[in-house]
């Protein structure tokens, strides 16, 4: 069965109506720009409604959708359990005065979930929680320099971007070092180089940046990183902000074996509900309170309430396990899609994080062609990012996918000829 | 902040530069250097800043970038060969040669005082006339002609105003540093295309580009998009949601140039 070809004429007008009022429309990544959408017809630029492992557009469009918000939407969409808490706590109040207990509730059960957690600090998103470890981190060892990987995301303040993006100043950055992944020579060196300077390592569990094949930790690289910060009293800070309880539900350092000094969530944590937390170990529970860092919605309740009922299901749910078969299940149905008609599929990173590139093509133009055909016939894949699997995914919704990509397959092959071409 | 000396490779490479394209697009412009003792060589030479050599020959002009020590931003490297030079300017400082662009400073010829009329006259009317196209009038825009002849002369100088701050100022160099090897192909419509190749993050402007392997584009719809973008009456990011410009393949390549185009805009202000 051939699928229907989206239309997007809803979602162009009200992309008209939005950059009139919005700078650049929709700014950020979930824009036209910065999201990739090449080409920018292929795909939809607001929804409408979400259930489970669908979006639809306001053109009506529905869309199996592997972006889950980018994160957040780890149970799917309206998941009946986390929503059913959230009212419940809504009805109560939300952002008052004085916090309720549920932040205490919802740090005992970090506390216990997650590994390397004595202690947890609660914000709004992934920034501020990377932003409270990096403060923290400096304000313990009264040092200035923070070791960065290459090809990291660690969010937007000026402080993880670089000297020539706009707005950002020099001095902005001038305290950052940055290493290429993977490498223990290099981690050496800048210890050696800047011995008694550095305040903290700051890492994703493994390199899920854009545009590239994702990379797995090599076998010690962590254990190393761990021995060489406490050797030198260095902070080392996990951003689980986009991988936390993909990969494990105790943290992503648990999963690769070793434990970090202080570990940011935020994406799944709550299922779409406002919240990140930062967790971290006993000796640095005092300098942290001594930060001067909060915000007007970091305490509210419902977030919390919902964290905790996500948190619970995913725990009862076994949740990392559950959506890495999942993310198999669809990695091989891809895989075979793209034998079928001799592409060179190659599928990076964990399973339930996973990252898509079609090797034929160095400029990627053929992969962005490739994605685009999906886009259009109802998949969200991107073609710059790593995508998620949520647990509403079901194995009908993987058969369509693969459907799905077969058809643009057999799109792209039509187009190209027997030969490898660009699109 | 700008550099002075990044300014002066924009000044000579990417600005006076454009003087071979504006003598092959404006007819008036190739017209002047058809009179009497107008084939001439005229070497530019900056201490510690770029070099270059405009030759002037039967109404054509062609540049060749001759900086020592520097990657040239054409792909040709050569040195400036001074006897070849029928008038020499030479300038101690980046500041001194900037000053001649701006008007402030007046050059005197190290070689080639009797021919120097060459430069008081024909030369001086060609940069004016170049002047007059990448800082129109209004009103002059509204001539298709000029139009067209204007939007190619600033295309040309911002795609090679990019190589220079890619390859000399120190925050474009910090965004070469990013962009993997290939060309990025920037067009507008069918009408005209530039490519810019990135080897080991030294960045050239092709001198042909149709024979380039190209593995990311930068498409403007037409001219009129393009002229929309260079003077700031549209949005870049919001101009890719409206489809008028688009992009694809290695986005790093797009990404990269587009922070080193913030940057060319606070150079050419």
């Known amino acids: ?44 630029y607001f929804s409408s409604r979400a259930q489970g492992s669908y979006f639809w557009d306001v053109d009506g469009n529905r869309f199996i959708d592997y972006m889950c918000a980018y994160g957040p939407n780890i149970l799917g969409y309206n998941d009946p359990d986390v929503d059913e808490a959230a009212r419940k706590q809504r009805e109560m109040g939300d952002c008052i005065t004085a916090p309720t207990e549920r932040m ?60 020539d993006y706009p707005g950002v100043l020099e001095e902005d950055v001038a305290n950052n070092i940055y290493i290429p992944w993977n490498d223990l020579d290099a981690l050496h060196t800048v210890f050696e180089t800047y011995k008694g300077q550095i305040a903290a390592v700051i890492g994703q569990p493994y390199m899920h940046g854009n545009f590239a094949d994702n990379q797995l930790p090599k076998a010690g690289f962590w254990q190393e990183v761990r021995r060489v910060c406490t050797e030198n009293d260095t902070v080392l800070i996990i951003d689980d902000v986009r991988a936390g309880f993909r990969l494990d539900i105790a943290g992503s350092d648990h999963y690769f074996g070793f434990e970090a ?9 709550a299922n779409g509900y406002n919240v990140s937390a930062l967790c971290g170990k006993e000796f640095l529970k005092n300098t942290m309170s001594s930060l001067s860092y909060t915000g007007s919605y970091w305490l509210s309740a419902v977030p919390f309430a919902a964290g905790i009922a996500c ?113 | 902040m700008t550099d002075t000396r990044t300014k002066a490779f924009l000044n000579l490479h990417a600005i006076l530069g454009s ?91 190290k070689k080639g005082l009797t021919k120097a009329g060459f430069l008081t006259g024909p030369f001086t009317r060609l940069t004016d006339r170049l002047t007059a196209y990448l800082r129109p009038e209004k009103a002059a825009l509204a001539d298709p002609a000029f139009f067209r002849i204007s939007t190619y002369l600033m295309f040309h100088v911002i795609a090679h105003a990019v190589c220079c701050i890619g390859n000399e100022d120190a925050i474009g160099q910090l965004s070469a540093s990013y962009i993997p090897d290939g060309t990025l192909l920037l067009s507008a419509g069918s009408d005209i295309s530039f490519a810019i190749c990135f080897k080991d993050h030294k960045l050239t402007l092709s001198a042909d580009p149709a024979k380039e392997h190209i593995t ?45 185009l913030d940057r060319v805009a606070l150079y050419l202000a």
């Open chain 1, 1 to 44: 069965m051939m699928h229907k070809i989206n239309d997007y004429t809803k979602s162009h007008e009200a992309f008209a109506r939005a950059k009139r009022v919005i700078p650049s429309g929709i700014y950020g990544h979930q824009g036209p720009a910065e999201g990739c959408f090449i080409p920018t017809d292929a795909f939809p």
């Open chain 1, 104 to 163: 205490i509730e919802f740090a005992e059960l970090l506390v216990d979930t997650v590994a390397c957690a004595d202690w947890a600090f609660f914000a709004k998103n992934g920034n501020d929680a990377t932003s409270g470890a990096v403060l923290c981190a400096r304000a313990y060892t009264h040092r200035k320099k923070i070791v960065f990987f290459k090809g990291y995301y660690h969010g937007v303040s000026a402080w993880t971007q670089k000297a």
């Open chain 1, 261 to 269: 000094d202080l570990i940011c969530f935020c994406k799944a944590l």
């Open chain 1, 311 to 423: 948190i619970q299901k995913m725990k009862r749910l076994d949740m990392p396990r559950m959506l890495i078969e999942k993310g198999q299940k669809l990695s091989d149905g891809l895989l075979a899609a793209a034998h079928k008609y001799g592409y060179d599929l190659h599928i990076s990173g964990v399973p339930s994080l996973f990252y898509l590139r079609l090797a034929d093509d160095p400029t990627l133009m053929l992969h962005q062609a490739w994605i685009a055909e999906c886009v259009k016939r109802g998949v969200y894949f991107t073609n710059h990012h790593n995508h998620f699997i949520n647990a509403s995914l079901s194995d009908e919704d993987i058969r369509e996918t693969v459907e799905i990509a077969d058809e643009a397959f057999a799109v792209l092959r039509q187009r190209n000829g027997s030969s490898v071409n660009r699109a």
């Open chain 2, 19 to 109: 003087l071979p394209m504006l003598c092959a697009l404006d007819a008036d412009a190739s017209a002047l250097l058809q009179a009497k003792n107008t084939d001439r060589t005229v070497g530019i030479c900056v201490t510690n800043g770029p070099a270059g050599i405009f030759s002037f020959q039967g109404g054509a002009c062609t540049y060749t970038e001759c900086t020592p020590g520097t990657p040239s931003t054409l792909g040709t490297p050569s040195t400036l060969d001074r006897r070849a030079c029928d008038i020499l300017l030479s300038f101690p400082t980046p500041e001194k040669f900037n000053g001649m662009i701006d008007g402030t400073v007046t050059p005197i010829p």
């Open chain 2, 216 to 260: 990311s584009e930068m498409r403007f719809a037409d001219l009129t998009t393009a002229r929309a973008l260079f003077d700031g009456a549209i949005n870049a990011v919001s101009s890719v949601g409206d489809g008028i410009i688009q992009m694809r393949g290695m986005i790093p390549q797009v990404d990269n140039v587009n922070r080193i």
